[in-house]
T-cell receptor, first 111, second 113 residues
Framework: TQLLEQSPQFLSIQEGENLTVYCNSSSVFSSLQWYRQEPGEGPVLLVTVVTGGEVKKLKRLTFQFGDARKDSSLHITAAQPGDTGLYLCAGPYTGFQKLVFGTGTRLLVSP | DAGITQSPRHKVTETGTPVTLRCHQTENHRYMYWYRQDPGHGLRLIHYSYGVKDTDKGEVSDGYSVSRSKTEDFLLTLESATSSQTSVYFC????????????FGPGTRLTVL
C-alpha cells in the first residue's frame, strides 16, 4: 500500500512559469521531507516540515505542511531549467525506523 | 556533501550469479539503508541497519541479504541474481533514524541478463 501519493506524476513547463506539486496521504505524519533527485544522482534533501500549517521557503521554492499533517505541497515560482528533476516527498513510517517515499513528480523546465 | 560512496557504480551480471554491492560512509552515522528505485515504484526499502550487526528487513527484502560488520560499511548481497533485480540501488545514511533526514549515495546501476 502506497501511503504517500504525489501529483502530478509528470510536469513539463516553460522557464518562468509557476507550478505546484502535491503530496497526499490518508495517514497523519509527524513530519514530511522533500527531496530533489537529478538524473544519475541520489536524492538530496530540500526541507523538512514538522508543524501542521508550517510554511518554509527556500529561495523560489515554498513548502507547506497541511494543518492536519496529512498532506504537503511544493510551489515553485518562476521555474528555471535548473529546477528540472524528480521531486520526492517522504515521511516516517510509524513504529519503524524508516521513511516511506512517494512515487515522485518528474519536472522538466525548458528554456 | 555527506561522505557516502557506493561501489561498483555500474555492474552487468548474469542470472543466477551472486552480487555484492558496497556502501561506505565517513560520517559515523548510526543508520544505513539500502533502497532500489524502479520506474513506477519510486524508492523502496530493501534492508536497513541501526548499528553494527543490527539489521532489519524492508518492504522488498526477498532475494537480498545484508551485513554490517563496521559502522562505515553496509553490504547488500543478491544471493542469486534474477532479471527482476535489475534496478538502480541507493544507499542512504541517517544520524538518528526515521525522523531525521537521509543522505543518499550516488547509486549503483545493476543489470541482470
Amino acid at each position: 500500500t502506497q501511503l504517500l501519493e504525489q501529483s502530478p506524476q509528470f510536469l513539463s513547463i516553460q522557464e518562468g512559469e509557476n507550478l505546484t506539486v502535491y503530496c497526499n496521504s490518508s495517514s497523519v505524519f509527524s513530519s514530511l521531507q522533500w527531496y530533489r533527485q537529478e538524473p544519475g544522482e541520489g536524492p538530496v534533501l530540500l526541507v523538512t516540515v514538522v508543524t501542521g500549517g508550517e510554511v518554509k521557503k527556500l529561495k523560489r521554492l515554498t513548502f507547506q505542511f497541511g494543518d492536519a499533517r496529512k498532506d504537503s505541497s511544493l510551489h515553485i515560482t518562476a521555474a528555471q531549467p535548473g529546477d528540472t528533476g524528480l521531486y520526492l516527498c517522504a515521511g516516517p513510517y510509524t513504529g519503524f525506523q524508516k521513511l516511506v517515499f512517494g512515487t515522485g513528480t518528474r519536472l522538466l523546465v525548458s528554456p | 556533501d555527506a561522505g557516502i560512496t557506493q561501489s561498483p557504480r555500474h555492474k552487468v551480471t548474469e542470472t543466477g550469479t551472486p552480487v555484492t554491492l558496497r556502501c561506505h560512509q565517513t560520517e559515523n552515522h548510526r543508520y544505513m539503508y539500502w533502497y532500489r528505485q524502479d520506474p513506477g515504484h519510486g524508492l523502496r526499502l530493501i534492508h536497513y541497519s541501526y548499528g553494527v550487526k543490527d539489521t532489519d528487513k524492508g518492504e522488498v527484502s526477498d532475494g537480498y541479504s545484508v551485513s554490517r560488520s563496521k559502522t562505515e560499511d553496509f553490504l547488500l548481497t543478491l544471493e542469486s541474481a534474477t532479471s527482476s533485480q535489475t534496478s538502480v540501488y541507493f544507499c542512504a545514511i541517517s544520524e538518528q533514524g526515521q525522523e531525521n533526514p537521509q543522505f543518499f549515495g550516488p547509486g549503483t546501476r545493476l543489470t541482470v541478463l
